[in-house]
């Protein structure tokens, strides 16, 4: 069974670009949540998906926004980048948006210059 | 609000060495507790859960248990491998959050032969 999915692994833009990232769950999987890992904040929450509706999302600004399609693959999309965007954004999937184990990918690593 | 703390690394140990990596939490309500693990270069994996006070938690020779008392879910190992090496998160999640996990700092563990 295929794990989750993420593409790119890495990338390099620069200040004021736009990223887009792309996460494919596990089959069957309905949940995708998406998380941003940095030195100096960890790991934080930035939005769950769930039948390709946001049902709930973290503290981060505007420029930070996400969908999920009908197949249950979901895309963030980070707008306006500035530097300290520069981190390791993780996608977990779940079977249900119910408590249960999450399983993450191995991450994009995103570098801003 | 939620939110975890576990102590700082890194932690250096030897081979077949005892291992604890202490997480206390601050939650409302009956948070679910979760440590999760981070190879070198791969996204997270659970290491094992507790879902409610008392519980013991154990995989491939980790425990913790669940003390709602002392707000606490320590990561124990009795004899540690290079294997082992990693960054080890301890999470919350709690259904009044919404069911989004909340992450400790990590702690990064070496074990040496």
């Known amino acids: 069974k295929a794990g989750v999915t993420q593409t790119p692994r890495y990338l390099i833009k620069t200040r004021g670009q736009q990223v887009t990232l792309s996460c494919s769950p596990i089959?069957?999987?309905?949940?995708v949540s998406w998380y941003q890992q940095t030195p100096g904040q960890g790991l934080q929450f930035l939005f769950e998906?769930?039948?390709?509706?946001?049902?709930n999302k973290g503290n981060f600004p505007g420029r930070f926004s996400g969908r999920q399609f009908s197949n249950s693959r979901s895309e963030m999309n980070v707008s306006t980048l500035e530097l300290g965007d520069s981190a390791l954004y993780l996608c977990?999937?779940?079977?249900?948006?119910?408590?249960?184990?999450?399983?993450f990918g191995e991450g994009s690593r995103l570098t801003v210059l | 609000g939620n939110s975890v703390t576990q102590m700082e690394g890194p932690v250096t140990l030897s081979e077949e060495a005892f291992l604890t990596i202490n997480c206390t939490y601050t939650?409302?309500?009956?948070?679910?507790l979760f440590w999760y693990v981070q190879y070198p270069g791969e996204g997270l994996q659970l290491l094992l859960k507790?879902?409610?006070?008392?519980d013991k938690g154990s995989n491939k020779g980790f425990e913790a248990t669940y003390r709602k008392e002392t707000t606490s879910f320590h990561l124990e190992k009795g004899s540690v491998q290079v294997s082992d090496s990693a960054v080890y998160f301890c999470?919350?999640?709690?259904?009044?959050?919404?069911?989004?996990?909340?992450f400790g700092g990590g702690t990064r563990v070496l074990v040496k032969p």
């Open positions: 977990a999937s779940r079977l249900t948006g119910e408590t249960g184990e999450l399983f």
């Open positions: 089959s069957g999987h309905r949940s």
């Open positions: 998906y769930f039948s390709e509706t946001q049902r």
């Open positions: 939650a409302t309500g009956y948070p679910s």
């Open positions: 507790a879902t409610k006070a008392d």
């Open positions: 999470a919350l999640e709690n259904k009044a959050a919404g069911n989004k996990l909340t």
